[in-house]
């Protein structure tokens, strides 16, 4: 804390600048104790458009994707939001999403698939609709790509280009390929970065509050970003942070404190700390949550309150905990 001192009409005026606030979270939050049909994946994303996250479960054939959809302080009695007819295997690839792959607002269910003898390869996306009967659920999935994307060292999806739909990103061996999204298709592949990883991490998020995703390289000993630019992600990767900084259980990104860029969050076995980002570094670390907090199905980030800030969301087999922002 430190004293301003300045001149006005009527004398000398003190003013006290306080340091920023520190990140923190509030207590855990019970916001569902009923069944969620989750036997593949969990992802998060506003399927129904209001603002809030909702949780989507991937599950194997004929359960379809469940959804929990939020009410801003809990979560609804599972949906059956239907995508399941999907050849032998459900509606679920080698990498699931759930982003806004055509800009309305609304997130999709999206499939990354490697092919096989009997499924064909490439992005799949069941789109989150209202149908002719007003029923809100996921469509019948279509193929937007019919390439290989389905990274040799997995997936991230992102918006890469700052249009505001997701686009999905391949890690490979030889290099890092893109396919953005154009609303109803996806456009062909792409070189967007060459073949680099971070030891602990690699992930994709708007680190610098332009828009755009950056490539998050989160290493033993620090964390690097390649900032989204005109040159893609070919511009070599500056250091944000020297501090060792990664998670035992997981290591995420996302906006916790709402000023537009994505902060780095360490989920660990006795704690949650988190290093936000300033556009273009990381400061110290903050412990965000001093105690362990983790999901034995899944640990992510979601807005599910729609304030604006990510919360942090523990998938457990028969309840979900939510870590709101403060």
Not at 7 to 20: E, S
Not at 164 to 180: C, K
Not at 203 to 209: C, V
Request: glycine share 12%; charged share 20%.
């Amino acid at each position: 804390m430190r004293a301003l001192v300045m001149a006005g009409v009527a004398g000398l005026l003190t003013l006290t600048l306080a340091p920023p606030a520190a990140a923190t979270s509030g207590v855990p939050e019970q916001w569902s104790a009923g069944p969620f049909t989750a036997q593949v994946a969990v992802m998060a994303g506003d399927v129904d458009g209001d603002g809030k996250d909702d949780l989507v479960s991937y599950n194997t054939y004929l359960y379809g994707c469940y959804v929990l959809r939020s009410n801003g302080s809990a979560f609804q009695p599972q949906q059956n939001w239907g995508a399941g007819n999907f050849l032998s295997s459900g509606f679920n690839g080698n990498a699931n999403f759930v982003g806004d792959m055509d800009n309305d607002g609304r997130a999709d269910a999206v499939a990354v698939r490697r092919p096989t003898t009997s499924t064909p390869r490439g992005i799949f996306v069941a789109r989150s609709i209202v149908d002719y009967y007003g029923v809100e659920r996921f469509g019948t999935p279509k193929q937007w790509l019919d390439n290989t994307i389905a990274g040799d060292y997995g997936n991230l999806a992102a918006d890469l280009d700052g249009d505001g739909d997701t686009d999905i990103i391949g890690l490979f061996d030889v290099a890092t390929l893109a396919a953005r999204s154009e609303g109803g298709t996806t456009l062909p592949l792409v070189a967007w970065a060459p073949p680099i990883r971070g030891q602990k991490a690699t992930l994709a998020a708007d680190a610098t509050g332009d828009g755009k995703a950056d490539l998050i390289l989160v290493d033993a000993g620090g964390t690097r970003v390649v900032p989204g630019s005109a040159n893609r992600w070919f511009d070599p990767p500056v250091s944000w942070s020297a501090v060792p900084f990664h998670g035992s259980k997981k290591t995420l990104t996302a906006d916790i404190d709402a000023d537009g860029d994505a902060d780095l969050i360490a989920v660990n076995d006795t704690d949650v700390q988190v290093m936000r980002s300033t556009g273009s570094g990381y400061s110290a670390p903050e412990v965000w949550y001093a105690g362990s907090f983790s999901g034995t199905k899944e640990t992510l980030t979601a807005d599910v309150d729609g304030d604006g800030d990510a919360d942090l969301v523990a998938v457990n087999t028969g309840d979900v905990w939510v870590l709101r922002s403060q």
